[in-house]
């Protein structure tokens, strides 16, 4: 990737990222209740202390000034869901088992992936195809709400080969990474499948076949190069599906991530926490985007003279 290229994405990624937050910022205040809603019972002179203390008394322009200016140092400011405890600690705390959680999961559906396309295109309109091409049907089909509760009843209920929920044990993170992994799996299964039956259809392919190349060469070295490129393209938007399915399957399986603390600042209209977490998944989605035109480029230089 050029300079320049580099540079303007990166500008036009700080420019998404600040758009975001601040639109962010403007909906959390705009909606109705607040943090003390639920000290209703509490004297006015309390209500005011309290939000003096987290200055919520002083004009939206300069709360917004206030936070920004501490995000830009990494200051999050403190967390009104849980007291005494800053959001960039809580954040810090809940980072590593999203991000293991969602890794975990995308290395388990490409690993699967890989293979199970590969039987499907060549296999392709057999009973094998048809039949991991319905699966990936319903994989896509199933939300993650869905398939979460479904494993719980099968393997902690039913079987009670794994437990339902918690967090310490490698045997809790088996459930979670496969509700994560599943609906990815089913759509990257499918892109690999794609990917190889147009590389194997063109002409550059068979020239290379006239040519006396092996099949295991052919393979490596021609129709896996390009029908890893839109592979490569899903990931930006798979680790995005990722870290919005955690905060479901975070609070199905009681997993202390970052979307348990999105959902719950949300329902608690715990505003830095809430910011706190989409400034987090921002960074994230960035970092992403990136790495992942970063890795396309490579692939195919085209893409960086495009």
Do not use: H
């Not at 709360?63 to 967390?79: K, N």
């Not at 990257?188 to 794609?194: D, F, G, S, T, Y």
């Not at 592979?231 to 399957?249: D, H, R």
């Not at 715990?270 to 790495?291: H, K, M």
Request: glycine letters at 10%.
């Amino acid at each position: 990737m050029s300079a320049r290229r580099l540079f303007e994405r990166g500008a036009e990624a700080v420019f998404t990222l600040w758009l975001l937050l601040s639109l962010c910022f403007v909906l959390l205040r705009l909606a109705p209740g607040g943090p003390f809603d639920g000290e209703r019972s509490a004297p006015p002179e309390i209500e005011a202390a309290l939000a003096r203390s987290y200055a919520l008394d002083a004009p939206l322009w300069k709360q917004y000034l206030d936070w920004f200016g501490g995000l830009l140092t990494l200051d999050l400011g403190p967390s009104f869901t849980y007291p005494d405890q800053q959001v960039a600690d809580l954040i810090a705390q809940a980072l590593p088992v999203t991000l293991l959680t969602g890794g975990l999961a995308l290395v388990l559906a490409i690993t699967l992936a890989l293979p199970l396309g590969w039987l499907a295109a060549r296999r392709r309109g057999q009973a094998l195809d048809r039949l991991l091409m319905s699966l990936t049907g319903l994989g896509l089909a199933l939300p993650k709400y869905v398939v979460a509760p479904l494993l719980v009843l099968l393997f902690a209920v039913l079987l009670r080969w794994l437990p339902a929920g918690g967090w310490g044990r490698a045997d809790q993170l088996v459930l979670p990474v496969l509700a994560l992994a599943l609906p990815n799996l089913a759509y990257a299964a499918r892109l690999v499948r794609a990917g190889l039956i147009e590389a194997w259809a063109s002409d550059w392919y068979r020239a290379a076949q006239a040519r006396g190349l092996p099949g295991r060469t052919l393979l490596l070295r021609q129709a896996a190069p390009a029908a890893a490129l839109p592979l490569v393209a899903w990931l930006a938007p798979a680790s995005i599906n990722l870290l919005s399915g955690s905060a479901v399957v975070e609070q199905i399986f009681g997993l202390p991530g970052l979307g348990r603390y999105f959902v719950q600042g949300a329902l608690n209209r715990d505003y830095t926490l809430v910011l706190g977490v989409v400034a987090c998944i921002g960074v994230g989605i960035v970092l992403v985007n990136t790495a992942v035109d970063a890795l396309r480029g490579r692939l195919d230089p085209r893409l960086d003279r495009a």
